[in-house]
Each structure stands twice: as C-alpha cells, then as structure tokens.
T-cell receptor, first 112, second 114 residues
C-alpha cells in the first residue's frame, strides 16, 4: 500500500502557484520522495524527486520539511495543461529495480 | 527527447485469446517495468525486469502473464488467456538505474477483452 496521504482534490486559478501537500510520516531514512502526474489517461510523467533538501527543476519545486514527514510540490505558475492527478510516492534507494507504488493522488484542476 | 513507445495503442480481443503488448524502452535504459490501470482505479505495478530476468512481480502477475526482451530494443508483455478483468490500460516504463532514478512511462495500450 502507498505510504503517503494526499488530499483527493484541489483547485487552483490559472497563473497562480499550485501547492500540493503530501504527508509521509513513516518515511525511512533511505527513502526518496517522488512526484509524478497523470494527465487524463496518459502514462504517468515524472516531475521531481528529493531526499531531504529542497529541489527545483524546470517543472516544479519540491519542499521537504526538516523532519521529512511531509512535503509540498509547487507549480509556480499553473496553466490549464497542469490539470492532472498528482502522485506523491516514497521509494527506497536500493540496488536493483524498484517499483513505484501509486496511491489515489490529488486531482488538481486549474481553472481559467 | 527520447521516449518510451508502446504498440498497439488499443487492442480488442476475445476472452481466452492470447495478446502480446509491445514496448520500446529508452535505448540506454537497463530496467523495465509493466504497470496496469483499470478504468477509474490506481496505477498498479505488475513486474520489473533487469538483466534478462524478472526482478520482482506482484500478485497480479500470475502464470497467465509473461515478459520477454526478445531483442535489444523491445520489451513485451504476454497474456496467455485473457479474462474480462484483464481489461485495462497497460503502461510500460524504463529507467537507467534501479535506485534513485526516475522511471519514464509510455503512453499505454488500452486492452479491451470482450
């Protein structure tokens, strides 16, 4: 089962920052936090991942609390194309193939 | 930008028939995965594959399922005798490392079993 908790849905106005929270209170020291999204019925798309430091790439920023029990994905200027289901996933860093365990995610709707 | 491709995009088959879903992972990737998503439900892990053998499989991946990397580019999922409940989107994914590296997903094959 997924080890994260996310709100089932959120709305955000176009052009504003979308802040998606995730709780992962049982995260272990060797587990990363990953964010993926799924637009309509397309394949999941990788967004960003981090261990304990905040991370930023061209798509988003990831803020991880100091105790690592929660994180926030930030889409700085949301567009209509960011409407999707966003998944927060914790996953250990081991050698070998590591599956992703998807929960229900947060359905983010960007409104014009 | 390299991407994972899957064929066909939609497959309709009759119950009891064999189907093969095909995937071309990103060329320098070493780890390969199949996931499925029944309509309206979560994305579920089926199997991971590395170095020409299965690394891990889920309870869903029973004897009716098999995977193969028949050549240097393709990765296939075979369902020997399809059931109505096999109707789902099937996603292939690949990564260049099994550890901290991200998985890249294909667009999926919609399998409809009638």
């Amino acid at each position: 089962d997924a080890k994260t908790t996310q709100p089932p849905s959120m709305d955000c106005a176009e052009g504003r920052a979308a802040n998606l929270p995730c709780n992962h209170s049982t995260i272990s020291g060797n587990e990363y936090v990953y964010w993926y999204r799924q637009i309509h019925s397309q394949g999941p798309q990788y967004i960003i991942h981090g261990l304990k430091n905040n991370e930023t790439n061209e798509m988003a920023s990831l803020i991880i609390t100091e105790d690592r029990k929660s994180s926030t994905l930030i889409l700085p200027h949301a567009t209509l194309r960011d409407t999707a289901v966003y998944y927060c996933i914790v996953r250990p860093v081991h050698q070998g193939a590591q599956k992703l365990v998807f929960g229900q995610g947060t359905r983010l709707t960007i409104n014009p | 930008e390299p991407e994972v491709t899957q064929t066909p995009s939609h497959q309709v088959t009759q119950m009891g028939q064999e189907v093969i879903l095909r995937c071309v992972p990103i060329s320098n990737h070493l780890y390969f995965y199949w996931y499925r998503q029944i309509l309206g439900q979560k994305v579920e892990f089926l199997v991971s594959f590395y170095n020409n053998e299965i690394s891990e499989k889920s309870e869903i991946f029973d004897d009716q399922f098999s995977v193969e990397r028949p050549d240097g580019s393709n990765f296939t999922l075979k369902i020997r005798s399809t059931k109505l409940e096999d109707s789902a989107m099937y996603f292939c994914a690949s990564s260049d490392s099994g550890g901290a590296y991200e998985q890249y997903f294909g667009p999926g094959t919609r399998l409809t079993v009638t």
